[in-house]
């Protein structure tokens, strides 16, 4: 049975991209069939991380507009055969795909892909509602801030009015050092006002930043905690029981507080 | 994501704000998005009231056949010969129906959303930053409120906010405004604010018939 996951946030910048071309590949990586569908447009930057940019032929307003099939605009990656990218366009109009027309290609990917990720635009407007229509099940990126936490809570409450009940929270670049000094909102601050349940806690990891320079995710980087955290919501993306991780900090174990559910 | 159009209770009735410097397509499109939201509980009847001078007739019949489809009456009035009209509580129920009823609201209301009612309101889940609750009657909030809440919106100083958690950005009872102090606590208790000498009081409250 296949699943379409939209990747959202409401704040730009918290790690929607990042989640999305991590998921992907670590999806990947466990043999599911995956497609990631880029609706960012104009702001195109998911095929960057993934090493894809000199690969691409057409985008997803080619095929929506009907100008070429699916199979053509999709770029296979380089390393896992069964990982594919549908770009976006980066000069055309934002407005250019609509709803009906994503759901009706993503019930198209559906007879040939496990999972099928949309990543999405930052915001409430137009864009986000059109990467929401497709979705199954809706996975909102934030970070240990009071602004981010905000627009989550915002972004929760428009799912909720699109009747999109299967809401899962990502809390990315979490400092632990921060949050035990109380200079961070740690899972319970954060639980209180989401409420909804928790897949994944992802340090704030330098290995993100000089991963996506080489267009290779950190999921697949044995040595860095936010790579383990990946991996880890991976597996509970795909049913598994598996307890949050516990971060190293300055020779202490640092325990985030689990979350309610969990 | 900023806000052109507001409604707020007042004594004249439920008022309707526009930006000043807003565009009438924005105003339109705000409003629009407004009334679908479902979570604005809107009784029948209901009239909403904007400064005559603020649109043309034109503009104005539009908004008028946009608030008719949701089974309110908009009404244009000069703000400036109503002000020194004061009106007596009883007056103020008369015109505004289901001044008396209850809407119960069984889920968290998030930042954003806003529920505005002619009668009282109950939450059965947390009011969230940046969500607003305003009600002609009381508000009963059986969870934490940390946004905005106006009770008693149409003039009722007898109206009161209960709350598991009153930890509001701010309470409003009638024409009486409350900010919360800059750093809140988290409270222990359930608590109820009300109007006593013609301040925002807070005290802890036992909810009746709460097991
Ligand atoms: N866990 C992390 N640790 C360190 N840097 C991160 C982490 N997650 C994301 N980033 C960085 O934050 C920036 C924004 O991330 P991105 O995924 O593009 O956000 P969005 O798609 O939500 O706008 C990028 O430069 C990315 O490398
Ligand atoms: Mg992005």
Redesign the interface.
Known sequence: MSEVIVITSGKGGVGKTTTTANLGVGLAERGKKVVLIDTDTGLRNLDLLLGLENRIMYDLIDVTEGRVTYKKALVRHKKYDTLYLLPTSQVKDKMAVNEEQLIALCNELRSEFDYILIDCPA??EQGFKTAIAAADRAIVVTMPEISAV??A??I???L??ADKEDIELIVNRIRPQMVRNGDMLDMDDID??L?IKCIGQVPDDELVVTSTNRGDPVITNRNSEAGQAYRNIVGRICGEEIPFMEFLEDGFLVKLRRVFGW | ?SEDVMFKGSRVGLQLILNETADFGNIRDQLKKKLE???NFFSEGTIIKVAANRLTKEQEAELSLLFKRYGITLQAVDFSLQKSISRKQEEIEAEIPGIRETTIIN??V????EIICNGSIVIQG?V???AKIIAGGNIDIQG?C?GIVHAGAFGDSNAFVIADHMMAMQIRIAELVARAPDHIEKTKCTERAFIRDAMIVIEPVHRLGAG
């Open positions: 915001g409430i905000r627009d809570d915002k929760i409450g428009e909720g009015r209180e006002i409420s | 994501m939201s479902a979570l889920k968290t998030r930042g954003g959303q947390n969230n930053p940046g934490v940390r």
